[in-house]
């Protein structure tokens, strides 16, 4: 009887550290043999490091039986932009098999998620192969982000996640019916802990500092680097403006770019004593390893962490100016752009409105009918009387757009008799007088 191999594809960290989680805790069948197979879909993979010289990765080392890298596999395509063509696909298994002494095991797949590549183009080599999802931090309670292939859609087993919201269920892949299972959070922060204890070189840290955790938005083309170094820099004010004088700024550890100037700038003009951190570590490391006062982020699934697992406070910051500015709609970020703007603070206290019991699920189930409507058409009524109860309020008008609910039909979009105004010439030219008008009268 041929062994088992189980091949966990992941592209950061923290996706390694939640599959180590995933895979000591028992939400994964038994297996002769674990191999980490690491992808690195950053811009230039090439000057990323390798995985062994990532502070804090030796512990996560332990968890597999041997480390891959797919991008050696596939060079020199992108792991990002490269899939395999459908006649090419035996050829490329038996040769996998070879390169990694599978010989004839039976393999099954852990994937980060399954609709995109890398990982999209390692369910299409492994045809057949039993799949396991992991839903990557807060983004992973949103739907699906593409048409998946029935073909691996069908052999997911279960989505695996943190309980990053307690009470919120993943809508990944449940257009499959596939379960979600979360990984115990006792687990994760177990690996993160031996991380913490194995990265050297992190600078002495004042007590009662804020941490500013940055991302790496610029990257993937929503805001420019000069826009979100202003986010920094706001990230500090905030920080500020809640009375801490010592704050360090973490940047993304995929950043490649990580400019300072400003937020320097900005530190010396309101008197914070300001530490940037050179090495790149995961932000639940810095959580255990320095128990920040306060954690500012805007979007980021790191001010999950902080509030659920760690208990440290937590503001978010630009929320508003991201949702503003993700294009196209169904962009994968936005549910966690959402979440953030609903569920945490901002910068001033007290600033938070709560949402009522049962709410956030169906905030999100209406977010995610809003953004992928083919996908689960079911789940109309759901969106439907949500929007009902909460159209007027400021807060559903930034977190969905009006043209959107019109083009669906939904409440809160234009009423269907003057749906034609923002296509008509004439209106919108009176428009633009009004307006022209108005600012003449203010002046």
Not at 164 to 173: A, D, E, H, I, R
Request: charged share 20%; aromatic share 6%.
């Amino acid at each position: 009887m041929s062994r088992t191999t189980q091949i966990f594809c992941a592209s950061t960290p923290y996706g390694v550290a939640t599959l180590a989680a995933a895979a000591g805790s028992g939400c994964l069948p038994r297996a002769e043999r674990r191999v980490l197979l690491y992808c690195d879909a950053s811009a230039v993979p090439e000057a990323a490091p390798a995985p062994g010289e990532i502070p804090g990765f030796a512990p996560l080392r332990s968890h597999f039986d041997e480390v891959l890298s797919w991008n050696e596999a596939v060079r020199p395509f992108h792991p990002a932009a490269w899939t395999p063509r459908a006649g090419d696909v035996p050829l490329l298994e038996r040769h996998l098999r070879l390169l990694w002494g599978l010989g004839d095991d039976r393999v099954e797949l852990v994937l980060e998620s399954a609709d995109v590549p890398p990982a999209l183009a390692v369910a299409q080599v492994f045809t057949g192969a039993p799949v396991h999802v992991h839903a990557g931090g807060t983004a992973g309670y949103g739907p699906t982000r593409g048409k998946l292939d029935p073909l691996i859609g069908t052999r997911v087993r279960q989505v695996l996640h943190l309980d990053l919201v307690p009470g919120l269920t993943p809508m990944l892949l449940a257009e499959f019916g596939v379960p979600a299972r979360a990984v115990p959070t006792d687990a994760f922060l177990k690996v993160v802990g031996d991380m913490s204890a194995a990265v050297d070189g992190l600078p002495p840290v004042p007590d009662g500092a804020a941490l500013l955790v940055g991302q790496c938005l610029s990257a993937l083309g929503i805001p420019s680097p000069a826009e979100e170094d202003d986010l920094h820099v706001r990230m500090l004010r905030g920080a500020a403006g809640r009375g801490h004088r010592a704050a360090v700024f973490a940047p993304h550890p995929a950043s490649a770019a990580r400019h300072v100037r400003a937020l320097r700038a900005e530190a010396e003009r309101l008197g914070v004593d300001l530490t940037v951190l050179d090495v790149p570590v995961l932000a639940e490391v810095l959580f255990e390893r320095f128990r920040p006062a306060l954690v500012v982020g805007c979007s980021s699934t790191a001010l999950f962490t902080a509030s659920a697992f760690y208990g440290l406070p937590v503001a978010r910051v630009g929320t508003g100016w991201l949702l503003d500015r993700l294009t196209p709609y169904q962009n994968g970020h936005r549910v966690a752009a959402v979440l953030a703007d609903a569920l945490l603070p901002g910068p001033e206290p007290g600033s938070a409105e709560a949402l009522a019991a049962g709410e956030p699920a169906d905030l999100v189930t209406a977010l995610g009918f809003t953004m992928r409507p083919r996908l689960r058409p079911s789940l109309r009524p759901v969106a439907e009387r949500y929007l009902a109860r909460h159209a007027g309020h400021p807060r559903t008008r930034r977190w969905f757009r009006r043209k959107r609910l019109t083009s669906l039909g939904l409440p809160g979009g234009i009423p269907e008799p003057l749906a034609f105004l923002p296509r008509n010439a004439t209106a919108r030219r009176v428009v633009r007088r009004a307006r022209a008008l108005k600012k003449a009268v203010r002046g």
